[in-house]
């Protein structure tokens, strides 16, 4: 089975570790597609809170701990889980097809103004 042609592929499933994160750059923005321990999932790359790259945070589970300041994000929901952390996370359907990971990115939010985080 092939994916529908607004699907995007990100990359082979077995590209991304389980319980490890990958940086994927579309449309002049950054998601981070997780293999997380529920399974794969996408979201927004930077942090709500500071700013940086997710991808580049720690996998625990189903949860994403920033570099920065450690604030922590509930993978498959994008819910803030802890300080400094207070702003959920855009998530974005994923699927994984004939070994590979797709991302379904709206035409809309490509079309929008970057997601800027919001420091206190």
């Known amino acids: 089975m092939s994916a529908p042609e607004d699907w995007i592929r990100v990359c082979a499933s077995a590209d991304i570790d389980h319980e490890d994160v990958r940086r994927f750059d579309w449309g002049g923005r950054a998601y981070a597609i997780f293999n997380?321990?529920?399974?794969?999932?996408?979201?927004?790359?930077?942090?709500?809170?500071g700013g940086a790259h997710l991808s580049e945070g720690l996998v625990m589970g189903d949860i994403i701990e920033c570099p920065l300041h450690q604030g922590r994000f509930h993978i498959p929901s994008g819910e803030a889980k802890s300080p400094p952390a207070c702003r959920k996370l855009r998530t974005y359907p994923i699927r994984v097809d004939g070994g590979d990971v797709f991302i379904l990115i709206a035409q809309s939010i490509v079309n929008s103004p970057a997601q800027s985080p919001i420091t206190p």
């Open 36 to 49: 997380a321990k529920s399974g794969f999932f996408a979201t927004a790359d930077l942090c709500t809170h």
